[in-house]
C-alpha cells in the first residue's frame, strides 16, 4: 500500500544536541509538509516543500531545517533541541496545493533530556 | 482571516450512542473540510472531505458529515458510537496554497 512512513518513531535527545527526524512517501506526492504537535494541541505548520521549493512558516525557528533530497524523502533536523521542542512530528503528503486531503505518517514522538 | 473552531475540547457518549462534534470555520472562498482522527501516539486518518457537490458525506467507520454554508459548519455524526471510537478528532480547511487549518481537536471518551 502507499504510504507516509516516520522514522524513528521513538527519538530521545539531549538539550542542545542535533537530531535528525525521516520521512519517506511512496504516494510520489509533489507535496511534502512537517508538523509540531504538542500535547493536546492541534498540528502546527512547521514548513512544506513544493517540489525542490521549500517554504517555510514564518513562525517557525530557526532551528528547525529541513531537506528534501529526492521526492520520496524528506528529513527535519533540529540543530540544538530545547526542552520546549518534545512533541509529535507529523509528516504529511498531498498531490499538489490546494489539491484536497493531506496524508499523513504515523509521527515521531520527540523526547528531550 | 481563516480560522476553524472545534467548540467542545472533550465529549463522553456512551457506546451505542449518537455523536455529534461540531466545527465551524472561517474562510472566505468555498472551502475545502476535511476530519480526520487521530488514535493516542499515531498520526492522523483522514475520516471525510467536503470538496463540492452533496452537502452530506459519508466517510470511513461509519461517520458522515453535513456542509452547512449558511451556518459555515461541518459537523460530524455517527448514529451508534463504538469504543474503538475513542480518539482525537480534529476538523480542517483547506484552499489554495499550502494552507491547511486545523481546528484545536474534539477529545472523545467512550463509556461502557
Known amino acids: 500500500d502507499a504510504m507516509v512512513i516516520q522514522n524513528p518513531r521513538y527519538q530521545v535527545t539531549q538539550f542542545g544536541k542535533p537530531v535528525t527526524l525521516s520521512c519517506s512517501q511512496t504516494?510520489?506526492?509533489?507535496?511534502m509538509y512537517w508538523y509540531q504537535q504538542k500535547s493536546s494541541q492541534a498540528p502546527k505548520l512547521l514548513f512544506h516543500y513544493y517540489d525542490k521549493d521549500f517554504n517555510n512558516e514564518a513562525d517557525t525557528p530557526d532551528n528547525f531545517q529541513s531537506r528534501r533530497p529526492n521526492t520520496s524523502f524528506c528529513f527535519l533536523d533540529i540543530r540544538s533541541p530545547g526542552l520546549g521542542d518534545a512533541a509529535m512530528y507529523l509528516c504529511?503528503?498531498?498531490?499538489?496545493?490546494?489539491?484536497?486531503?493531506?496524508?499523513f505518517g504515523p509521527g515521531t514522538r520527540l523526547t528531550v533530556t | 482571516a481563516q480560522s476553524v473552531t472545534q467548540p467542545d475540547i472533550h465529549i463522553t457518549v456512551s457506546e451505542g450512542a449518537s455523536l455529534e462534534l461540531r466545527c465551524n470555520y472561517s474562510y472566505g472562498a468555498t472551502p475545502y473540510l476535511f476530519w480526520y482522527v487521530q488514535s493516542p501516539g499515531q498520526g492522523l486518518q483522514l475520516l471525510l472531505k467536503?470538496?463540492?457537490?452533496?452537502?452530506l458525506v459519508q466517510g470511513i467507520k461509519g461517520f458522515e458529515a453535513e456542509f452547512k454554508r449558511s451556518q459555515s459548519s461541518f459537523n460530524l455524526r455517527k448514529p451508534s458510537v463504538h469504543w474503538s471510537d475513542a480518539a482525537e478528532y480534529f476538523c480542517a480547511v483547506g484552499g489554495t496554497g499550502n494552507q491547511f487549518y486545523f481546528g484545536t481537536g474534539t477529545s472523545l471518551t467512550v463509556i461502557p
Open positions: 504516494l510520489n506526492h509533489n507535496v
Open positions: 467536503y470538496f463540492s457537490g452533496d452537502t
Open positions: 504529511a503528503t498531498s498531490g499538489g496545493l490546494g489539491l484536497g486531503e493531506q496524508y
